[in-house]
């Protein structure tokens, strides 16, 4: 018997409309299902579904830019209350995580698409007064902080190393004249 309704999705931070990257996402569900992969080539990118377990889903994001390698990640259908209070409460269980995509060699093609703003924010979704949206920003925001630090400590030891190699060049150019007299 189906006991759950439950909905899997990839959303923007602030819902966001992702096609302008994003041309397809695929949900590959437990084999059970009917047509147990799903792809959703326009947003919302989601599959509302109902079912009484839980199991993990194999998501797979497909960019505009055909060149780009399509990204794979796994999420755990969660159905259940992981306490009283949670089950108490009468609200949906939700089961978010956030990631980020990191393109390490984008091509200019997809650098050009990320260089867009997404052109409108989905507001009407039914679960939108769930999203946990400002713990979301929070963490990337401190990813943000993270990433801006490692960026000026490398740039402060490029040019450390930098210095060292003049003042060791300077060096052979003086050990060379000495070598020749």
Not at 130 to 148: G, M, N, P, R, V
């Amino acid at each position: 018997p189906n006991t759950h309704r439950w909905t899997v999705y990839v959303r923007g931070l602030q819902n966001e409309d992702l096609s302008t990257y994003i041309s397809k996402v695929s949900f590959q569900l437990h084999e059970s299902f009917k047509d147990p992969i799903r792809a959703i080539e326009k947003p919302p990118y989601e599959v509302t579904e109902t079912g009484w377990g839980e199991f993990r889903i194999v998501i797979k994001v497909f960019f505009r830019d055909p060149k780009e390698k399509p990204v794979s990640f796994f999420h755990q259908l969660k159905l259940f209350a992981t306490n009283k209070a949670e089950a108490a409460s009468g609200k949906p269980v939700i089961s978010e995580m956030y990631d980020e995509f990191i393109f390490h060699h984008p091509t200019e093609h997809l650098k050009g698409l990320l260089a867009l703003k997404p052109e409108k924010k989905f507001t009407d979704h039914p679960l939108s007064r769930y999203f946990d949206t400002k713990s979301f920003l929070d963490q990337e925001q401190d990813h943000i902080a993270k990433l801006t630090t490692a960026s000026k400590q490398v740039s402060e030891r490029m040019d450390q190393l930098r210095q060292r190699l003049y003042i060791l060049d300077e060096e052979i150019v003086q050990l060379n004249k000495i070598a020749r007299q």
